[in-house]
């Protein structure tokens, strides 16, 4: 016999007033409601994250929407992987996702939304001296993008709790700032990074990564874990920690040259941030932390992935 939690994971609402109209009932029956926004293409990352919203609250929402205003022109805006029945499979067999929002572009952007910067309109919502370094030097578009889809979410779903991933670090910084400087009434927790066996991050990227590049993919969660050990240790100056990273990604890269493997690997960037501000650090003082993180092109899928030391996002 089914119960009332498996019959409502079945639900699907795909316009902002019919989710608004469903959202209604909760407020009058005082029910706190959390949200988890993806872009789909879910793994067992998402789903830990789910899973942390439910155990917070008695309602779950999930949205899946590919948001094309975090992408350039030159992105893999066609190309970034659409898995939505097997997306919403896994979200039913969790059995505590109450609703999936399956919002259409026009609804979220109805002047539309062509990529290229200077022909869109509307109004979008920038994060201003958190967006513009690491991630938004190598996309400069993207956090503008982040942040004006999930402030619409955010208004149409009206969630007391949001859950993000630290893989995302500097995701969850501009998000949490933007909260903070919109008024949204909104706690927001942010969920361990889920790794492969080899320490891979999940993502959904992965998926681009055929068995060779997959070999290689691991070399960028390497670096960072040795820049880290050295942290550990008691190093703090940032030319002694990075160089640490840079060995191991120059070494990789030349065993792939070496091997004519037909693919590039080349390290986007190495950071060691202030985990407030996003500046970057040239000494760690006693007592403070740092956000080590990093992008790393294996062949044409760009990776990216973060440590955190003495600190949380």
């Not at 066609?78 to 919403?88: A, E, G, I, M, V």
């Not at 969660?221 to 100056?237: M, P, Q, S, V, W």
């Not at 990273?245 to 941030?273: H, P, Q």
């Amino acid at each position: 016999m089914s119960s009332q939690k498996e019959i409502q994971l079945v639900k699907i609402i795909e316009t902002v007033p019919s989710l608004r109209s469903w959202r209604k009932q909760f407020i009058k029956q005082d029910k706190e409601v959390a949200f988890v926004p993806t872009m789909g293409s879910l793994h067992e990352g998402h789903l830990n994250l789910v899973k942390q919203a439910s155990e917070r609250c008695p309602i779950v929402v999930v949205s899946i929407f590919v948001n094309p205003a975090q992408f350039g022109p030159s992105e893999d805006l066609d190309n970034y992987p659409r898995t939505l029945s097997k997306d919403l499979e896994l979200l039913r067999s969790l059995n505590c996702v109450d609703t999936v929002f399956l919002p259409k572009v026009k609804d979220i952007y109805p002047s539309g939304i062509p990529l290229e910067i200077e022909k869109q309109k509307g109004t979008f919502v920038e994060v201003k001296g958190k967006s513009h370094q690491l991630e938004g030097i190598s996309r400069p578009l993207f956090f503008r993008g982040v942040s004006t889809v999930v402030a619409k979410l955010f208004n149409i779903v009206q969630p007391n709790h949001v859950f993000f991933g630290q893989k995302d670090a500097q995701q969850c910084i501009v998000v949490r700032t933007l909260i903070s400087d919109l008024h949204f009434p909104i706690e927001m927790h942010v969920g361990a990074t889920k790794r492969e066996y080899d320490g891979l991050a999940m993502s959904s990227r992965n998926q681009y990564l055929t068995p060779e590049l997959r070999n290689y993919a691991i070399t960028l969660y390497n670096a960072l874990t040795a820049i880290k050990n050295e942290l550990d240790k008691g190093k703090r100056n940032r030319e002694i920690l990075l160089r640490k990273g840079y060995e191991i990604v120059e070494e990789a890269a030349r065993k792939v040259k070496e091997k004519n493997l037909g693919f590039e690997l080349r390290l986007d960037y190495l950071s060691l941030a202030d985990p407030s501000t996003l500046e970057e650090l040239q000494e760690i003082e006693e007592g403070k932390g740092a956000i080590l993180s990093g992008a790393l092109y294996v062949g044409k899928t760009r990776l990216i992935d973060n440590l955190l030391f003495n600190c949380t996002l």
